[in-house]
């Protein structure tokens, strides 16, 4: 039977600390991939991971069994994220999409069409503000709930909606310049 | 329906809790209203590109990485009052030669090497010529020296056990670790 994530925690603080690999093993997948959608690369995606374990670890003792555990190390994964964004740390952040993705469409124009849109809308989405981006990756990428999102970011469930729908709303409205840009360029293009 | 309120029920159609007579609605608006109609398809496919990302898998190393770098004995109170311990009368040793030693530097002319060479002279020399008078004192007065050595050595023990108790409270109180924290 798997452990509770709490009994591995008691046992980390009553001085196993071995047990707390794991914790490693059991949210390593879910932290590198927010990571590196986040960071855009998989160097900076595993210092974060990397990072994200050792504080966890060591303020053990300040997590509040009376919420999960994946949403306490997952809150420390995107403020980390947020603070190093704020550092400048990271020179460049962008959603990595990848774009060789095996497609199911049959003509090469269909493909060439398919990765111009992928471009686009991942573009569209480094375009957002940190804080709407991780809300977009949390909710839409990883498959959380507005409850756990607002435990992880320690904001009310309805600013949580909220900024979710201004994120979208944002997102649309990138998606929109970008498209309106692309037209009158290859409007532009097609006169010559 | 105006464009505002089908802005609201594409969220709940996103987020799935839309009601089936507000579906048909904001599908009905849909038809009518070129931009939202536009906002929409853009807004779903960008959604269902995110929700279709392949999930990464990380380093294998990752939990090699992450033991390696974290005190694998911080929660353990024994280790760390074990380890305390060696470090205070370490500290505590330090500190009495220290203080010896700043005392003869401070009382003499002499350069660190001279003085050095001088010590480590009238060292061997104190240990050759009293170190039989030594034994012949302890020997006449044993109850003597053994309450003198048990003073001292209690003193010691004292200052050892106070500093590592001021380092164990040290880590409770601030998270006052030697390795990183």
Redesign the interface.
């Known amino acids: 039977m798997n452990e509770q994530d709490i009994e591995i925690v008691n046992k980390?603080?009553?001085?196993?600390?071995?047990s707390?690999?794991k914790l490693?093993?059991k949210y390593?997948?879910k932290i590198?991939?927010i990571a590196?959608?986040y960071t855009g690369n998989?160097e900076d995606?595993?210092d974060v991971?990397?990072e994200v374990?050792?504080k966890a670890?060591?303020?053990?003792?300040q997590y509040d069994p009376k919420y999960k555990f994946s949403s306490w190390i997952l809150k420390i994964t995107t403020n980390y994220c947020l603070d190093l964004k704020k550092k400048k740390k990271l020179t460049t952040v962008e959603l990595n999409?990848?774009l060789d993705?095996n497609e199911t469409s049959t003509s090469a124009e269909d493909i060439y069409i398919h990765k111009e849109?992928?471009e686009l809308?991942a573009n569209?989405?480094n375009s957002l503000p940190d804080e709407y981006k991780i809300l977009?990756?949390l909710f839409?990428?990883q498959?959380h709930s507005y409850q756990e999102i607002s435990e992880m970011l320690q904001l009310p469930l309805t600013k949580v909606k909220n900024r979710?729908?201004r994120a979208?709303?944002m997102?649309?409205d990138a998606?929109?310049n970008t498209?309106r840009e692309e037209s009158k360029w290859t409007a532009k293009q097609l006169q010559y | 329906m105006d464009c505002k309120t089908a802005s609201i029920l594409m969220m709940e159609y996103i987020d799935g809790e839309i009601k089936e007579l507000d579906k048909i609605e904001l599908f009905k608006h849909l038809e009518s209203c070129k931009d939202c109609n536009e906002a929409f398809l853009l807004l779903s496919e960008s959604i269902d590109m995110i929700e279709s990302m392949d999930e990464i898998e990380p380093p294998e190393n990752i939990e090699t990485l992450v033991m390696s770098s974290i005190d694998v004995t911080k929660y353990n109170v024994k280790v760390r009052i074990k380890k305390s311990i060696i470090i205070s009368s370490i500290l505590v040793v330090f500190m009495i030669l220290g203080g010896y030693l700043f005392n003869i530097i401070l009382n003499n002319s002499l350069s660190l090497k001279e003085l050095l060479i001088v010590n480590i002279v009238k060292l061997v020399n104190f240990t050759v010529l009293t170190l039989p008078n030594i034994l012949a004192f302890i020997e006449q007065n044993l109850a003597l020296v053994l309450s003198g050595t048990f003073i001292i050595l209690s003193g010691l023990f004292a200052s050892t056990l106070f500093i590592a108790v001021a380092e164990v409270y040290l880590f409770k109180k601030f998270k006052f670790n030697f390795r990183r924290s």
Request: aromatic share 12%.
């Open positions: 980390c603080l009553s001085g196993d600390g071995d707390f690999e490693v093993t390593k997948k590198y991939n590196y959608r998989s995606a595993l991971t990397q374990f050792i670890y060591n303020s053990l003792k999409i990848d993705n849109n992928k809308i569209s989405i977009i990756i839409h990428n498959n979710l729908y979208r709303n997102l649309k998606l929109k498209r």
